[in-house]
């Protein structure tokens, strides 16, 4: 975990257009999500991208071409999640990109974006939360899934907390 990196907007940007590019019509929004999406949150020099699609199905049949152009992704992992598809891209034998194809207006969709938009309007919400990434991190150094299942229960308290 990082301190905040400014440059995050821009490379959000410049992929998200890439993939309009790349793919015209086929995402009916994409979304800067995550810690690289909130200003002066620490974070991994990750950046977190929330795409929007019709349907699952229409997610599946983007993966193929998104392999083609850079990202990679797992069969099996994805074949355990029932919501979303979710891929990465790397450059110089690092990760730098996640992206998590959704349905547009879905739970999924919404949710990451009410988190986001919390974190980037409660500064007190994103210090406790920076503060538990810091924590967690240290805990799950070599466990990545339980790093992100950890985080989880803060989210969900967050969101209890503001209904």
Same mark, same amino acid.
């Given at each position: 975990m990082t301190?905040?990196?400014?440059?995050?907007?821009?490379q959000f940007v410049a992929e998200r257009d890439r993939l309009f590019g790349l793919l015209p019509?086929?995402?009916?929004?994409?979304?800067?999500?995550?810690?690289?999406?909130?200003?002066r949150l620490a974070a991994k020099p990750i950046v977190d991208i929330l795409a929007g699609v019709g349907s699952i199905s229409e997610a599946d049949a983007l993966l193929e071409p998104l392999c083609a152009h850079g990202y990679v992704t797992s069969a099996?992992?994805?074949?355990? &999640?029932?919501? +979303?598809?979710? %891929?990465?891209r790397? #450059?110089?034998?690092?990760?730098?990109h996640h992206l998590h194809l959704v349905?547009?207006?879905?739970?999924?969709?919404?949710?990451? &974006?009410?988190? +986001?938009?919390? %974190?980037?309007?409660? #500064?007190?919400?994103?210090?406790?939360?920076?503060?538990?990434?810091?924590?967690l991190a240290e805990q799950h150094r070599d466990d990545r899934e339980a790093y992100t299942h950890a985080k989880a229960a803060f989210i969900n308290e967050v969101f209890t907390n503001v209904a």
């Open positions: 301190k905040h990196d400014s440059r995050s907007a821009a019509g086929c995402f009916a929004a994409i979304e800067h999500i995550g810690s690289t999406a909130v200003p099996e992992f994805n074949a355990t &999640l029932s919501d +979303r598809r979710w %891929l990465m790397h #450059a110089n034998g690092r990760r730098t349905v547009f207006d879905g739970p999924h969709w919404t949710s990451h &974006l009410q988190f +986001r938009d919390l %974190l980037r309007s409660d #500064a007190a919400v994103a210090s406790r939360y920076e503060r538990l990434k810091h924590e």
